[in-house]
């Protein structure tokens, strides 16, 4: 846990301690990066507001060496500030507002998808819900029905599958799908969307798999996780 709240940290702890978890405290930036970096752990409780480096410059640094799961934890709860931290790497948000209970079903929550992810990744198989893509085999299916797709579009998804649960801008959308020599351009990021949506029978106002995070990018949301947010 990276905070600075001295007095929330030992709440925290002492909480969590007797249900099998073992917590380290960092209360600056710099110490809890450092900590963070090591491989050590299981997830990460990082607060926003921290004086020196605040909590979106240690993700942003801790996102280049690790993928492991943080909550963001911060007294500041509106939408920029959720969306910047999510987009910057975050598996999920929390305002101190919260209860200990609803706490530990996030962190078990997180932990959770991450092994999905990991397990995911060893495979080269994503899933989300009824949504499944093989990268080895080139196929999507969504239940027992295969996708037509096109080379960018399953890019695209790919992409989105990969990140399952984590905001994707659309400039990181274009960077990744150009590593792969396709030509596209900001607003086309829409159009191919859009096309992908039909494909898996996504209500663009209520869509189960694609979401747009409005100013921002799109996000792949899992149906079958309750706990997923954007």
């Known amino acids: 846990m990276i905070d600075d ?31 963070a970096c090591t491989g050590n752990y299981e997830v990460v409780i990082l607060d926003v507001m921290m004086p020196g480096m605040d909590g979106f410059a240690v993700l942003r640094e801790l996102r280049k060496k690790s993928d492991v799961p943080v909550l963001m934890l911060t007294a500041m709860g509106d939408e920029a500030d ?58 999507v299916a969504l239940g027992d029905q295969p996708l037509d797709l096109t080379a960018l579009e399953f890019a695209l998804l790919a992409e989105l599958m990969r990140g399952k649960g984590r905001v994707k801008s659309r400039e ?21 969307i859009s096309a992908l949506r039909k494909k898996l029978g996504d209500d663009p106002k209520e869509p189960r798999f694609i979401r747009t995070v409005r100013g921002v990018g799109y996000v792949l949301a899992d149906p079958s996780s309750n706990s997923s947010r954007a």
């Open 5 to 35: 709240d001295r007095k929330l940290c030992g709440l925290i702890s002492d909480y969590l301690t007797p249900l099998g978890w073992r917590v380290e405290v960092r209360h600056t930036g710099p110490e809890g990066l450092a900590e």
């Open 82 to 139: 959720r969306i910047a931290g999510l987009e910057t790497g975050a598996d999920d948000y929390l305002p101190k507002t919260f209860s200990v209970r609803e706490l530990l079903a996030r962190l078990r929550a997180v932990t959770r998808r991450h092994a999905q992810r990991a397990e995911e990744k060893a495979v080269g198989e994503w899933t989300a819900g009824e949504l499944r893509l093989c990268e080895e085999t080139h196929t």
């Open 172 to 192: 990181q959308l274009i960077e990744r799908v150009s590593e792969r020599r396709f030509d596209i351009f900001d607003r086309s990021i829409d159009v191919h």
